[in-house]
């Protein structure tokens, strides 16, 4: 049997039972049974309303008592069936209120989960409220990865107690496709608000290469340490990237700077012409600025920019090969589809070691883009994403902003923001722009197979095929860079493999 652990929590009155609720909102996944226990008045309901409101991010959510209709059921980012069994005559009825389908794609609470307690999960998440004094003792009994989840949940609201933020109110606000990290928006009672990074110690995952786990072969940050480097060198040089506030370097936690949630979209998804054109700008001012591979932060602490180098650029291309190929041939490459793809993104790659170099945001488009209202020129390019930077071309991130994988942008826009770009670095003085531009194409090809990969290995190994909407937009753009004469090579292998009919 499990080793089960025990967490208590003391909680001083009605505002930290409801916080608690929050944390736990935070914390459970899809799955979960969150079993509560406690006499008549121990705080059951005020823990079940919390829980409910902060995963669906509203104060005001009317959360009635189950008491007589059993279940109350919540359609939230996670479903919640919310069950009270006091009035249940018989363990056996929990299948006609629908338990297991619920608990299958959602969250169970349960109150009085006594009444049937050998028909809810045996891993399920106990919670008993008891009085003490003026205040509540809760008890939390879990096992395995549900215990892990909330002693990290724990730790957070630890933190921010440690830093300022004691009864903060957390909100989840988002996940990324790795799932490595996690962010909420902490609102203090004032109403200011801040970011938290959370970003807990993953174990190494298998060897890819050389005996070595993708995030070390491909140079993906592990820890939060490349970000708190990166976002000083940004704002040290006259961008604008959030403030960091308070770090934990050893628990993975940081507190940013909240810059706002206005982008470079308007109302229905479509690119906001001035600040794309901004956001170019600021491209431009930061490849005219003094590269820093090595950024000392924090102190003494010293981040080392890793290099984009051939091997991670020729990784991230083969997703194409392993991916998307099988997909949409039904079969996988033959050895000599596989052997001429890699050679000629060897050819390629080597086409850019003369090419112009700077610091990689890496995942510069849409989703991670800040407008800053207030701000003036390219301060108000408010950026967010960069944990993951390198030292490579600089027409990698020109690449990602005007082929923004998340929306359309129009030949007539791309053309402008290519021409803005090419202006304002002949401007700086000593700009090749022959060479920047077939740069810019092997960049957009390598950029463009990497997701038309991705996308089918998120649907197919992640269950996540919401990303397969974006694969049009992906072999148009690559369709685009493939116009170049130095990517010849590669266009004919995709016409062959079938891949041309998309893509060209």
């Not at 025990?6 to 459970?28: N, Q, S, Y």
């Not at 820093?292 to 997703?319: C, N, S, T």
């Not at 390598?446 to 190994?461: D, F, T």
Request: charged letters at 25%; glycine letters at 6%.
């Amino acid at each position: 049997m499990t080793e089960q652990n025990v967490f208590t929590i003391e909680l001083k009155d009605e505002a930290d039972t409801a916080r608690l609720g929050e944390d736990l909102a935070l914390t459970l996944k899809a799955g979960d049974c969150l079993a509560l226990s406690g006499d008549l008045g121990a705080g059951k309901s005020t823990l079940a309303r919390a829980f409910l409101r902060a995963l669906a991010n509203d104060e005001d959510l009317e959360v009635p008592s189950p008491t007589f209709t059993l279940v109350q059921m919540y359609p939230l980012r996670l479903p919640v069936a919310h069950f009270d069994l006091y009035r249940l005559a018989d363990s056996s009825e929990l299948d006609e209120l629908g338990f297991d389908e619920a608990l299958s794609d959602g969250i169970c609470i349960v109150e009085w989960p006594e009444v049937a307690a050998e028909a809810l999960p045996h891993d399920r998440i106990a919670l008993t409220l008891e009085h003490k004094g003026y205040g509540r003792l809760a008890t939390i009994t879990a096992a395995g990865p549900r215990a892990d989840h909330i002693a990290r949940t724990l730790a957070i609201r630890a933190f921010l107690d440690q830093n300022g933020h004691s009864g903060a109110h957390r909100r989840f606000l988002t996940g990324d496709a790795s799932v490595m990290r996690a962010y909420e928006r902490i609102r203090s009672e004032d109403g200011k608000s801040v970011i938290l990074m959370d970003w807990p110690k993953r174990p190494e995952g298998p060897p890819v290469l050389d005996g070595k786990p993708y995030p070390k072969v491909a140079h993906i940050a592990e820890n939060i340490e490349p970000f708190v480097a990166i976002a000083g060198y940004l704002r040290n040089i006259g961008l604008t990237a959030p403030e960091i506030l308070s770090a934990d370097y050893e628990a993975g936690f940081l507190l940013i700077e909240d810059i706002g949630s206005d982008g470079v979209l308007d109302e229905a998804g479509q690119p906001i012409v001035e600040r794309y054109r901004e956001s170019v700008a600021a491209l431009a001012y930061l490849h005219g600025q003094t590269p820093q591979q090595d950024i000392i932060f924090a102190g003494e602490r010293v981040h080392h920019v890793p290099y984009f180098d051939p091997v991670a650029m020729k990784m991230e291309a083969r997703l194409l090969l392993d991916w998307h190929l099988p997909w949409k041939n039904g079969n996988p490459a033959t050895e000599k589809q596989r052997e001429t793809y890699l050679a000629i993104w060897d050819d390629l790659i080597s086409q850019l070691s003369s090419c112009e170099t700077h610091l990689l945001l890496r995942d510069f488009h849409s989703p991670n883009i800040i407008w800053q209202e207030e701000a003036q020129g390219v301060r108000k390019v408010g950026i967010i994403d960069f944990q993951d930077g390198m030292m490579g071309p600089t027409a990698y991130d020109v690449a990602s902003l005007v082929q923004d994988a998340r929306v359309t942008i129009a030949p007539e826009l791309a053309d402008t923001l290519m021409a803005d770009y090419l202006r304002l670095r002949h401007a700086q003085g000593g700009f090749d722009e022959a060479r920047f531009l077939k740069a810019w194409a092997i960049m957009a090809a390598q950029r463009n197979c990497k997701l038309a990969g991705l996308w089918v290995r998120l649907m197919q190994r992640d269950g996540k095929p919401g990303y397969m909407q974006h694969m049009p937009r992906t072999l148009t753009y690559l369709a685009a860079a493939l116009e170049h004469e130095a990517l010849a090579p590669l266009r004919e292998w995709l016409r062959q493999a079938g891949i041309a009919s998309s893509a060209t």
